[in-house]
């Protein structure tokens, strides 16, 4: 028995053909779909009387007429239990166009007709491919550009080339930056590379950086807010990363190793993948937050379409096409789906835990623990008691904390050597009056 679906519209009859141009709008807009009009909602069909079937034919296509712009269809009659149906099959519209009608954007959402507006709206277009920050026009001119900037570019793209600053408008178009329709223009990445001042068109170019004290987001201990073009927006985020995270020191057969606290390869790729594919559409920032057991790295915009947390690292599905290109031309991000693959091996080599990937509401979310988060995962509750004092307080004595947990004091020393042993606490001191700090 026929039911109304994504691809089916059902009526008995027709007494509104304003809703016939609001279906056929919809079906264009999705993947297509039938208008069947002599079958009931319930699926039972009642046919078109002979004499109406004519008219019934010229007035729904005067409905899908009202649509803008028209999209392909065909009109016919079909014989359904030995009775008459009049069907109008509507095409789904072209990559790169969308149809309106009543200059209102309809899309078929299972069996219903749903009006896309706001954020909805700028989704739909953009996975149409018909919105795209990347190739939208800027308010910036040419002389608003960094020739310098150009200049360093085109050399790490073009190794054996001899840059010619009479040529950069060359250049630009060479790299798809600049727009021809009637006039030149330049497009939104062209800021994003190479401005002198990129915030001053593209306010949303922008990174929070912040340190935190503890693995709470309250107390701030360092912090930097920086809005220049993407590459030195990646190189000014990287730094304040190694500022506000530790490295140790690893010495085997004279050779000195330095151990950063996470590796900077899944590092770079995690700060590459929040301005790479951020929704740029979106006034709000890039944040990294460091905190004593974990950097979290969020960025506007949730994964695109044909992209899911199950497949990720499998499939690239860049959201910024052109922006994903010019980095790849700069060999900062390769393009074939191992960026994620790799962060995961190296935090696994590290003897850290994998990264963790979230979608939250409208912003995502990439998490990397260090070695405190490891050390911690199998803590007793009177360790976490000692952890949680310790940050709010300078020391803690073996003696205080055998009287906080209520423990004799051979576990209370006990407790607290595992701490050393996990690299979460340090002992000053060796006799009676020796105590414990934390390790920042």
């Given at each position: 028995?026929?039911?109304?679906?994504?691809?089916?519209?059902?009526?008995?009859?027709?007494?509104?053909?304003?809703?016939?141009?609001?279906?056929?709008?919809?079906?264009?807009?999705?993947?297509?779909?039938?208008?069947?009009?002599?079958?009931?909602?319930?699926?039972?069909?009642?046919?078109?009387?002979?004499?109406?079937?004519?008219?019934?034919?010229?007035?729904?296509?005067?409905?899908?007429?009202?649509?803008?712009?028209?999209?392909?269809?065909?009109?016919?009659?079909?014989?359904?239990?030995?009775?008459?149906?009049?069907?109008?099959?509507?095409?789904?519209?072209?990559?790169?166009?969308?149809?309106?009608?009543?200059?209102?954007?309809?899309?078929?959402?299972?069996?219903?007709?749903?009006?896309?507006?706001?954020?909805?709206?700028?989704?739909?277009?953009?996975?149409?491919?018909?919105?795209?920050?990347?190739?939208?026009?800027?308010?910036?001119?040419?002389?608003?550009?960094?020739?310098?900037?150009?200049?360093?570019?085109?050399?790490?793209?073009?190794?054996?080339?001899?840059?010619?600053?009479?040529?950069?408008?060359?250049?630009?178009?060479?790299?798809?930056?600049?727009?021809?329709?009637?006039?030149?223009?330049?497009?939104?990445?062209?800021?994003?590379?190479?401005?002198?001042?990129?915030?001053?068109?593209?306010?949303?170019?922008?990174?929070?950086?912040?340190?935190?004290?503890?693995?709470?987001?309250?107390?701030?201990?360092?912090?930097?807010?920086?809005?220049?073009?993407?590459?030195?927006?990646?190189?000014?985020?990287?730094?304040?990363?190694?500022?506000?995270?530790?490295?140790?020191?690893?010495?085997?057969?004279?050779?000195?190793?330095?151990?950063?606290?996470?590796?900077?390869?899944?590092?770079?790729?995690?700060?590459?993948?929040?301005?790479?594919?951020?929704d740029y559409l979106s006034r709000d920032?890039?944040?990294?937050?460091?905190?004593?057991?974990?950097?979290?790295?969020?960025?506007?915009?949730?994964?695109?379409?044909?992209?899911?947390?199950?497949?990720?690292?499998s499939i690239s599905v860049p959201r910024?096409?052109?922006?994903?290109?010019?980095?790849?031309?700069?060999?900062?991000?390769?393009?074939?789906?191992?960026?994620?693959?790799?962060?995961?091996?190296?935090?696994?080599?590290?003897?850290?835990?994998?990264?963790?990937?979230?979608?939250?509401?409208?912003?995502?979310?990439?998490?990397?623990?260090?070695?405190?988060?490891?050390?911690?995962?199998?803590?007793?509750?009177?360790?976490?008691?000692?952890?949680?004092?310790?940050?709010?307080?300078?020391?803690?004595?073996?003696?205080?904390?055998?009287?906080?947990?209520?423990?004799?004091?051979?576990?209370?020393?006990?407790?607290?050597?595992?701490?050393?042993?996990?690299?979460?606490?340090?002992?000053?001191?060796?006799?009676?009056?020796?105590?414990?700090?934390?390790?920042?």
């Amino acid at each position: 028995m026929n039911t109304e679906s994504q691809g089916l519209e059902l009526k008995r009859d027709v007494e509104n053909f304003k809703e016939i141009s609001k279906t056929a709008c919809a079906f264009a807009n999705a993947s297509g779909g039938r208008i069947v009009i002599g079958i009931s909602d319930d699926g039972k069909t009642s046919g078109v009387h002979e004499k109406d079937l004519d008219t019934l034919q010229q007035r729904l296509e005067g409905a899908v007429q009202q649509v803008s712009p028209i999209p392909f269809h065909k009109i016919f009659i079909e014989e359904k239990e030995e009775k008459k149906t009049v069907v109008c099959e509507v095409y789904q519209i072209g990559q790169g166009a969308f149809c309106t009608f009543g200059g209102i954007v309809y899309y078929r959402a299972g069996s219903v007709n749903t009006k896309l507006e706001g954020r909805t709206l700028q989704d739909y277009l953009i996975n149409r491919h018909i919105l795209s920050f990347d190739e939208s026009r800027s308010q910036a001119k040419l002389g608003d550009l960094d020739v310098d900037k150009i200049r360093e570019f085109v050399k790490k793209r073009f190794p054996e080339s001899v840059f010619d600053a009479t040529k950069v408008q060359e250049y630009l178009f060479n790299l798809g930056l600049l727009g021809k329709n009637g006039d030149t223009w330049i497009k939104n990445t062209a800021v994003l590379f190479f401005a002198k001042e990129p915030a001053r068109y593209l306010p949303q170019d922008e990174i929070k950086l912040v340190r935190f004290k503890g693995s709470e987001p309250v107390d701030i201990i360092d912090s930097r807010i920086v809005r220049a073009t993407i590459l030195d927006n990646l190189k000014e985020a990287e730094d304040f990363i190694k500022k506000n995270t530790h490295t140790g020191v690893k010495i085997e057969k004279l050779e000195r190793e330095d151990l950063p606290e996470y590796p900077f390869p899944v590092i770079r790729e995690a700060l590459l993948n929040a301005l790479t594919h951020r929704d740029y559409l979106s006034r709000d920032a890039v944040q990294v937050n460091i905190f004593d057991d974990r950097i979290e790295f969020i960025n506007p915009g949730t994964l695109p379409t044909g992209l899911s947390l199950k497949i990720l690292g499998s499939i690239s599905v860049p959201r910024n096409h052109l922006t994903y290109r010019l980095l790849r031309d700069l060999k900062l991000i390769e393009g074939f789906a191992t960026g994620i693959p790799r962060m995961r091996s190296a935090m696994e080599k590290a003897g850290l835990t994998e990264p963790v990937f979230e979608e939250l509401g409208s912003f995502f979310r990439v998490t990397l623990y260090n070695k405190s988060f490891v050390a911690k995962t199998d803590l007793n509750e009177r360790q976490k008691r000692a952890l949680a004092y310790l940050e709010k307080n300078h020391s803690l004595a073996s003696k205080a904390y055998g009287k906080m947990v209520a423990v004799s004091h051979p576990i209370a020393v006990s407790d607290l050597n595992d701490l050393i042993k996990r690299g979460l606490l340090r002992r000053i001191g060796r006799t009676r009056g020796a105590y414990y700090v934390r390790v920042l």
